[in-house]
């Protein structure tokens, strides 16, 4: 008798979540992230975060500026949260989502040049996602038969490089490189890699050997055609 086939629901649910945020034009200041009110920077800040602030922590991954950071978001998270998912189980890997994008937006706040920049996004929980995959997926490859294929363990691990180089080497002031929050993104990473042995479901072995499937090959590709695009 064949397993029935588990399906990662809650990666589904947080893609169309973000989808329907959008389109229904949720006010970014209803979720975003401000740092200055986290940490206390700003003099209308109190003693604590207030309920709000502890909103935006969590909330500002389901707030996009525009339909290309949506669209990259949304085809990177399509492309890698299937498999960590079902790597962890939907409740553990919703936790894990939602503790990445908090480490990233409070190591986006801790570092950034101007603490009043409103955070939005998920890519800092994406990143924790990516990061995630890394660990138990490194032998995975992306490609069509016939032809070449590249590793996926090439295709994060470039994207990590370019974070890093950015968040030690800031992008000049007025560059278009310079609204992205690379921070954010080194700080889901660094969540991600340390979180998913805690997340994983028992049994589940990091550097373990598996592909991509075709929808999340194509995902990728597009992901990084879009990522492209945003440097121009």
């Not at 399509?78 to 503790?99: D, H, I, N, P």
């Not at 190591?107 to 939005?120: F, I, N, Q, S, T």
């Not at 590249?150 to 470039?158: E, I, L």
């Not at 805690?198 to 072995?205: C, T």
Request: proline share 7%; with cysteine; hydrophobic share 60%.
């Amino acid at each position: 008798m064949r397993a029935a086939r588990r399906i990662p629901y809650v990666n589904q649910g947080m893609v169309m979540a973000c989808t329907l945020a959008f389109v229904l034009g949720l006010p970014p200041e209803s979720l975003a992230f401000v740092p200055a009110y986290f940490f206390g920077t700003v003099e209308t800040a109190g003693p604590l975060p207030t309920w709000a602030v502890w909103r935006g922590l969590f909330g500002h991954v389901l707030i996009h500026s525009d339909i290309v950071h949506l669209v990259s978001n949304m085809l990177a998270l399509w492309a890698f949260g299937g498999a960590v998912e079902l790597a962890m189980g939907s409740l553990r890997y919703l936790l894990f989502f939602l503790l990445c994008a908090a480490a990233g937006a409070m190591v986006e706040g801790a570092l950034a040049v101007d603490p009043m920049a409103p955070l939005v996004g998920a890519s800092g929980a994406i990143c924790g996602v990516m990061g995630a995959f890394l660990l138990l997926h490194p032998q995975a490859t992306l490609g069509v038969t016939p032809g070449p294929r590249v590793p996926a363990s090439f295709v994060v691990g470039s994207f990590l490089a370019i974070n890093v180089a950015m968040t030690l080497m800031p992008p000049a002031p007025g560059s278009s490189l310079g609204d992205v929050a690379w921070a954010a993104h080194l700080g889901g990473f660094g969540a991600g890699m340390a979180l998913v042995a805690l997340f994983r479901r028992p049994g589940v072995a990091l550097w373990s050997v598996a592909r991509l499937s075709t929808a999340a090959k194509a995902a990728v590709y597009l992901t990084l055609v879009v990522v492209l695009l945003r440097t121009l």
